[in-house]
């Protein structure tokens, strides 16, 4: 069966630090991958999305994410976080076309100090 | 457009009671879901469709009910409330076919006391 993993569930970063937030899925064949994000009491948002093409894929935010197949990850990274970040951060990922379920990561918590 | 609609917002209930959580879409998507998200366990799916009359169970389908009559709306039917369905339930849809990305609610924050 498929499944996301996210290393880390609970990280904690000060201002204009940079952020990585691992992601690995277990899938053989040709996989869709997203990050969303969940801002404190709201719902989920996608961050940016990954389908085919150039595996370094650029979101909303300054957010962006690479796509390594040899090592099934899809990392999330931004070069320096904002007090507004704080949220929730979960990977998704689902096979390529059809009707296909994406299977969520349990969620990484990021919580960034002013 | 309104995208996915999830009603109630909040809601608490009594143990053995039943409700009814409300998902309606209004992009013509075939495809619609139910998740719900508990601390550290991320989302997990209750019920899916693939299109009108067509349901099916996901990894946590025990005590919820779902019926697809149209292609806009995909309720969900807690038949008797326990304390273990205290959660935050989301509703999510996306088109079938191609590659495409799922769209939320704004969830809905159950209580079962």
């Known amino acids: 069966a498929q499944s996301v993993s996210q290393h880390n569930h609970h990280v904690i970063l000060s201002e204009a630090a940079s952020l990585e937030l691992g992601c690995n899925y277990s899938y053989g064949g040709t996989v869709n991958l997203f990050w969303y994000v969940q801002y404190p009491g709201q719902h989920l948002q996608l961050l940016l999305k990954y389908f085919s093409g150039d595996p370094l894929v650029k979101g909303i935010k300054g957010f962006e994410a690479e796509f390594i197949k040899s090592k099934f990850s899809f990392n999330l990274r931004k070069p320096s976080v904002q007090w507004s970040d704080t949220a929730e951060y979960f990977c998704a990922a689902s096979p390529s076309g059809g009707s296909y379920i994406p299977t969520f990561g349990r969620g990484t918590s990021l919580i960034v100090h002013p | 457009n309104a995208g996915v609609t999830q009603t109630p917002k909040f809601q608490v209930l009594k143990t053995g009671q039943s409700m009814t959580l409300q998902c309606a879409q209004d992009m013509n998507h075939e495809y619609m879901s139910w998740y719900r998200q508990d601390p550290g366990m991320g989302l997990r799916l209750i019920h899916y469709?693939?299109?009108?009359?067509?349901?099916d169970q996901g990894e946590v389908p025990n005590g919820y009910n779902v019926s697809r009559s149209t292609t806009e709306d995909f309720p969900l039917r807690l038949l008797s409330a326990a304390p273990s369905q205290t959660s935050v339930y989301f509703c999510?849809?996306?088109?079938?076919?191609?590659?495409?990305?799922?769209?939320f609610g704004q969830g809905t924050r159950l209580t079962v006391v």
């Open positions: 469709s693939v299109g009108a009359g067509i349901t």
């Open positions: 999510a849809s996306r088109r079938v076919g191609g590659n495409t990305e799922a769209f």
